[in-house]
């Protein structure tokens, strides 16, 4: 039984517990990725759909580790609200951008599809950041 495990790790399958437990090692597992990326170039793959009626944005990273390696991680996956405007998902990158302490200069590339609102949020960056373009 599940409970039997349960209780020889010492782990409670209460609700609350496990949510803390995925909580912490999402944490854990941020901080792992900010500490890899920092510094390096990274790729940006981006695109918006609509599942069943919800509204979604993801964010993935790509980039080459130390043994290259090229690897793949999503930075984020949000419900945007049915707000896929340029404006909108432009907070969302960048407040991901921060979240991840992804600088501008380090990105080489963005991919999306070539939707308008998508080209318009990276358009909206680059005359953000002046002549930093990414």
């Not at 399958?13 to 510094?39: H, P």
């Not at 043994?67 to 996956?77: A, E, S």
């Not at 991919?111 to 680059?126: F, R, Y």
Request: proline share 0%; charged share 35%; hydrophobic share 35%.
């Amino acid at each position: 039984r599940s409970s039997d495990l349960a209780n020889k790790l010492g782990v409670s399958l209460e609700r609350e517990s496990i949510r803390k437990l995925i909580i912490e090692e999402a944490k854990c597992k941020k901080e792992e990725l900010q500490k890899v990326l920092k510094g390096r170039f990274v790729f940006l793959k981006m695109d918006a759909c609509t599942r069943h009626r919800v509204n979604y944005f993801a964010i993935n990273v790509r980039f080459v580790d130390e043994n290259n390696k090229t690897i793949t991680r999503t930075l984020g996956l949000k419900d945007t609200q049915a707000h896929h405007t340029s404006d909108y998902l432009q907070k969302l990158v960048e407040g991901v951008l921060k979240d991840f302490e992804i600088k501008k200069e380090q990105i080489l590339c963005v991919v999306t599809d070539n939707a308008s609102n998508m080209l318009s949020t990276i358009e909206k960056m680059n005359a953000d950041e002046g002549n930093k373009q990414i």
